[in-house]
Every structure is written in structure tokens, then in C-alpha cells.
Nanobody, 125 residues
Framework: QVQLVESGGGLVQAGGSLRLSCAAS????????IAWFRQAPGKEREFVAA????????NYADSVKGRFTISRDNAKNTVYLQMNSLKPEDTAVYSC??????????????????WGQGTQVTVSS
């Protein structure tokens, strides 16, 4: 049974930092590109960042570029999202997901297969 479990969310003041983790089990973790998405109340789910299978390539939404860093540890079957200089508009439920295309990815949620349940990030002003 494939499971993706996110953790590390919480309440933080604007300008603060959080580090999210996504722990995977039940799949060959290193075979998948992984992405983080977020969804704020009343809004569509949006792409945040993605990382290739081997840690060699990353991609970020313009809204988080320079503030967020995605990384992975294939030995631990875990992907991380370091979030710095957080803003109130970063408030959302953050979820990780595996790309359906193995090494590549798009920014469309429909192109991702396995999803975690999400972790809430709230940034106060």
C-alpha cells in the first residue's frame, strides 16, 4: 500500500520559516519525481515545487522562487520543503505527490498519481 505522509506544518509569523517533510512507503521512491502542491480555502490547488528522481533538477512556482527549497533523501524515502520568509499568502494545505511520468513532471495536479493527506501551514501577519 502506497503512503505519503506529510508533516512539519503549523502556525508561524510572517517572515518565519518551516520545514515540511513527505515520507513515502510502499513504492520505489527513487523512481518518481516528486512535487509539492498547496491549496488555500476557496482556491484551486497550485503547484509549488518539484524535484527529479536523482535530486539533480528542481523547479519552482514564481511565487515561491528564492524563498522555498525542495530537496530529497532517497535513502530515507523523504522529500523536504524548506520554506523561508513566509508570507500570509503562503497559508494553505501543503501536499506532496508523485509524478505519473517517472522522471519528468508537469504542473498539473492531474499528472500526479499518489498523494499525501496534506499538512496545514498558517502564516499570520
Amino acid at each position: 500500500q502506497v503512503q505519503l505522509v506529510e508533516s512539519g506544518g503549523g502556525l508561524v509569523q510572517a517572515g518565519g520559516s518551516l520545514r515540511l517533510s513527505c515520507a513515502a512507503s510502499g513504492l520505489t521512491f527513487s523512481s518518481y519525481a516528486i512535487a509539492w502542491f498547496r491549496q488555500a480555502p476557496g482556491k484551486e490547488r497550485e503547484f509549488v515545487a518539484a524535484i527529479s528522481r536523482s535530486n539533480s533538477n528542481t523547479n519552482y512556482a514564481d511565487s515561491v522562487k528564492g524563498r522555498f527549497t525542495i530537496s530529497r533523501d532517497n535513502a530515507k524515502n523523504t522529500v523536504y520543503l524548506q520554506m523561508n520568509s513566509l508570507k500570509p499568502e503562503d497559508t494553505a494545505v501543503y501536499s506532496c505527490a508523485t509524478s505519473k511520468y517517472g522522471s519528468g513532471w508537469t504542473r498539473r495536479p492531474s499528472d500526479f498519481g499518489y498523494w499525501g493527506q496534506g499538512t496545514q501551514v498558517t502564516v499570520s501577519s
